[in-house]
């Protein structure tokens, strides 16, 4: 498996592109906006969009989803259903945030943790890992010991905890016994930022290392 990391929306959010190398289908993980920009990703690397997947509810990682979802008819995957008032109030946040008016979308499928989600040869493990928003979830390629992670862990901080329904102490518990148990050599990509290793984190995160929070 191979991807890339397009940056999108004014938050610069990390929409990721995962895909086969043997049969060139395509997974977009996080269509915030800018599916101008996405496009060109996959006409450049000659890839066929298979599934749009969504880690969680917010404008800046899922407010382009209905836009890429209607020039590619594809099925849209994710998040946990937990995240749905969020998806459903996609009008509500563009104007709260001052982005363009987007429209919801019903996924094609809600997640739940032990899921899987497959496009191509590729098979992605699926984690419930609730308290950025309780509905959040993260995609994992075993293979190469890669995780798109969202909005729940970054280089050196942790997601916010200070919307609607997010919690603290569920994030901390998320990803000390969900995102760790997969090993401190897994790479995550983040919602925002640099990428990192699971090892770093665990050790240099003040966030989790009882420094701060």
């Not at 397009?6 to 610069?12: A, E, G, L, N, S």
């Not at 996405?38 to 969504?54: P, R």
Request: glycine share 10%; charged share 20%; net charge negative.
């Amino acid at each position: 498996m191979r991807y890339a990391i397009v940056p999108v929306t004014p938050f610069d959010q990390n929409c990721t592109v995962f895909w086969c190398e043997k049969t060139r289908q395509a997974a977009v993980i996080d269509p915030g906006g800018d599916v101008d920009r996405i496009m060109q990703v996959l006409s450049d690397e000659n890839l066929t969009l298979a599934k749009i997947l969504v880690t969680h509810g917010h404008i800046d990682h899922a407010g382009g989803v209905a836009a890429l979802a209607e020039r590619c008819p594809v099925p849209v995957e994710g998040p946990h259903e937990d995240d749905r008032f969020w998806i459903d109030g996609m009008p509500q946040q563009s104007k709260m945030f001052g982005f363009p008016n987007v429209a919801s979308f019903t996924p094609s499928r809600w997640l739940n943790d032990g899921d899987k989600v497959s496009f191509g040869e590729v098979e992605l493990d699926v984690l419930h890992c609730p308290g950025h928003t309780p509905g959040h979830v993260v995609f994992y390629h075993a293979p190469t010991q890669l995780a798109q992670v969202g909005d729940v862990l970054f280089q050196g901080s942790i997601g916010r905890t200070d919307f609607p329904k997010g919690n603290h102490a569920t994030l901390i518990r998320s990803i000390k016994e969900h995102l760790f148990k997969l090993g401190d050599a897994v790479d995550f990509i983040p919602g925002h930022g640099p990428m990192s290793t699971l090892g770093e984190e665990r050790q240099y995160n003040p966030f989790l290392s009882g420094r701060f929070g």
